[in-house]
């Protein structure tokens, strides 16, 4: 069965959502490549590959249930942020926003009965459980850390070593 209108523009309202969350992640990397935090920078050069690939799974879905592909212009994301803090409350935040999307877009594929998407859904579903509590974990961490210096390197190590 041929994907209706509703979930393929859905869908690439996500495709979208996504490199738009890709382009936040490589900001980010940016933003901390110049400040000398090189682990937090490595962290989100990985996250912007990981968005990429999100966009790409509902991009060949698209394509699997013979729906089209229409690519928009994507969001300039944010330049500069106060601290490591301030950057990943944004990605916590970010990715809260990203869970509620998912969400709303499973509720579209059942009240279309599409199970197909609804399942297909299902990946995306369990992925933001894990994104949030990544992000969640890193805010934790950097609120413990408060302005200490040492402590903010020993967490930038850590997260310099994500595979
Ligand atoms: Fe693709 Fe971070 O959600």
């Given at each position: 069965?041929?994907?209706?209108?509703?979930?393929?523009?859905?869908?690439?309202?996500?495709?979208?959502?996504?490199?738009?969350?890709?382009?936040?992640?490589?900001?980010?990397?940016?933003?901390?490549?110049?400040?000398?935090?090189?682990?937090?920078?490595?962290?989100?050069?990985?996250?912007?590959?990981?968005?990429?690939?999100?966009?790409?799974?509902?991009?060949?879905?698209?394509?699997?249930?013979?729906?089209?592909?229409?690519?928009?212009?994507?969001?300039?994301?944010?330049?500069?942020?106060?601290s490591p803090l301030?950057?990943f409350s944004?990605?916590?935040?970010?990715?809260?926003?990203?869970?509620?999307?998912?969400?709303?877009?499973?509720?579209?594929?059942?009240?279309?009965?599409?199970?197909?998407?609804?399942?297909?859904?299902?990946?995306?579903?369990?992925?933001?459980?894990?994104?949030?509590?990544?992000?969640?974990?890193i805010v934790d961490k950097l609120t413990l850390a408060k302005?200490?210096?040492?402590a903010l390197?020993?967490i930038?190590?850590?997260?310099?070593?994500?595979?």
């Amino acid at each position: 069965m041929v994907i209706s209108t509703k979930i393929e523009e859905a869908l690439n309202r996500q495709i979208n959502a996504e490199l738009y969350s890709a382009y936040l992640y490589l900001a980010m990397a940016s933003y901390f490549e110049s400040h000398t935090f090189k682990g937090f920078a490595h962290w989100n050069a990985k996250q912007f590959g990981e968005e990429q690939g999100h966009a790409m799974r509902i991009y060949k879905y698209i394509f699997d249930r013979g729906g089209r592909v229409s690519l928009d212009a994507i969001a300039a994301p944010q330049k500069e942020w106060k601290s490591p803090l301030d950057a990943f409350s944004m990605a916590y935040d970010h990715e809260q926003k990203v869970t509620g999307m998912i969400h709303s877009l499973v509720e579209l594929a059942r009240a279309e009965k599409d199970t197909a998407t609804e399942r297909f859904l299902d990946w995306f579903v369990n992925e933001q459980v894990e994104e949030e509590d990544h992000a969640r974990t890193i805010v934790d961490k950097l609120t413990l850390a408060k302005e200490n210096l040492g402590a903010l390197f020993m967490i930038d190590a850590e997260l310099g070593r994500r595979e």
